[in-house]
């Protein structure tokens, strides 16, 4: 049986390494600080639609990581801008008996098109995965994912492109531990389909009216769409899916507020957000391109200076002027 070493015990990694425990898939969640330490005395408070549960997992502190074995598969779970210390920290720890964790597959989970670019400067066998998944970390030692029947959706291929026993394998995994996940050949256009939905995440963190949030996203996702295709990138469409979606709903859960997806949950907790890496990835592109993503490169700077100035969500209007 494959070990996953799922690396970084947030809302996508902790869910993995509870879904793993819960259908007999091998694993070692690593994780740092507070969380970890929280999660390996006490145990993850897991909220799902079904209910809560304590779950005893296999965890490790990332100072120190299980000792490696051929045929392990590494998960990576951090956000995009840990990404770079996290490959680096992995890739070169060696394998007792030979080799260096370089040479196992990798799955990078992260939303955006940059982990994969950082991650293959290490690793060989990189496999980037799209996740759909409601999951939610505010609270230590807690994660909460209020998706049902189905954990999560997730779309998995061979990075650059096509596919391979390992990423067959994975998929099959993740299937048999309650995901609906599917490999393809052309995985840079689901990530880049699943961007032009993230980029209008931030938009969680201002107080402008909901009918006002509504325009905004649509202008946003606009834009990322134009620049992608400008840069080459053919997002998917969701009809091009092999799986089935239309059971998969989100549940309410009590006792958290709807909403909240991953940007929002950074800064509910204070540590650093991905925004960079998603508006931010499409004013990169358009500047590549010699174009301009304005509404974009607006939403980024205006998140940017709510970290700044160490504000809360939700206590500034984003203001953006749209077009008629
Ligand atoms: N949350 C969601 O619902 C979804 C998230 N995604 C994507 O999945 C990726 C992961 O997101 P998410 O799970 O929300 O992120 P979280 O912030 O919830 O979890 C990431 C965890 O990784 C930890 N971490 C960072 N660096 C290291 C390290 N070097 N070693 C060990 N642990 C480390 C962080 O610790 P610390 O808190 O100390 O920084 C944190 O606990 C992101 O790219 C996100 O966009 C995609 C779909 C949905
Ligand atoms: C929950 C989801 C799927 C919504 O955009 C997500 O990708 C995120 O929170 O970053």
């Known amino acids: 049986m494959t070990r996953y070493i799922i690396i970084g015990a947030g809302a996508v990694g902790a869910s993995l390494a509870a ?8 694993y070692v969640l690593v994780g ?40 392990d598969v590494l998960l990576l779970t951090v956000k995009t801008q840990d990404v770079e210390t996290t490959s680096q920290d992995w890739a070169w720890l060696d394998i007792p008996g030979g080799g260096l964790a370089a ?23 990189v496999h980037a995965a799209s996740i759909l998944i409601p999951a939610r970390y505010t609270r230590t030692g807690e994660v909460t994912v209020a998706s049902t029947p189905h954990v999560g959706v997730v779309t998995l291929g061979r990075f650059p492109h096509g596919v391979d026993e390992i990423t067959h394998a994975i998929v099959t995994d993740l299937n048999r531990a309650g995901y609906l996940a599917e490999a393809r050949a052309d995985i840079r256009r689901w990530k880049a389909a699943k961007l032009i939905h993230n980029v209008g995440n931030a938009l969680e963190l201002f107080s402008d009216p909901p009918e006002v ?3 905004t996203a649509e202008a946003l996702a606009a834009e990322a769409h ?5 840069a080459s990138h053919d ?24 909403g909240g997806k991953s940007t929002w949950q950074s800064f509910v907790r204070g540590t650093s957000s991905e925004v960079d890496y998603l508006n931010g990835e499409i004013v990169r592109l358009a500047r590549l391109h010699g174009l301009a993503a304005p509404f974009n490169a607006a939403v980024q700077a205006a998140a940017a200076t709510l970290a700044r ?16």
């Open 226 to 230: 134009s620049i992608l295709q400008a």
């Open 235 to 258: 997002p998917a469409d969701p009809s091009e899916r092999g799986v089935d979606l239309s059971s998969w709903r989100i549940a309410e859960i009590t006792g958290d507020e709807a």
């Open 309 to 324: 100035d160490g504000a809360a969500p939700g206590t500034r209007p984003l203001n953006l002027a749209l077009p008629a």
């Open 213 to 215: 949030h509504a325009k």
């Open 32 to 71: 740092r600080g507070e969380q970890i330490a929280h999660i390996a005395a006490q145990g993850l408070t897991y909220r799902r639609p079904g209910g809560t549960r304590v779950l005893a997992l296999k965890t490790a502190d990332q100072s120190s990581p299980p000792a490696l074995k051929p045929g």
């Open 103 to 125: 040479t196992l597959p990798i799955v990078t989970f992260q939303n955006g098109l940059a982990a994969e670019e950082i991650v293959l400067r290490r690793f060989d066998s």
């Open 19 to 26: 879904e793993f425990e819960s259908h007999g898939l091998d």
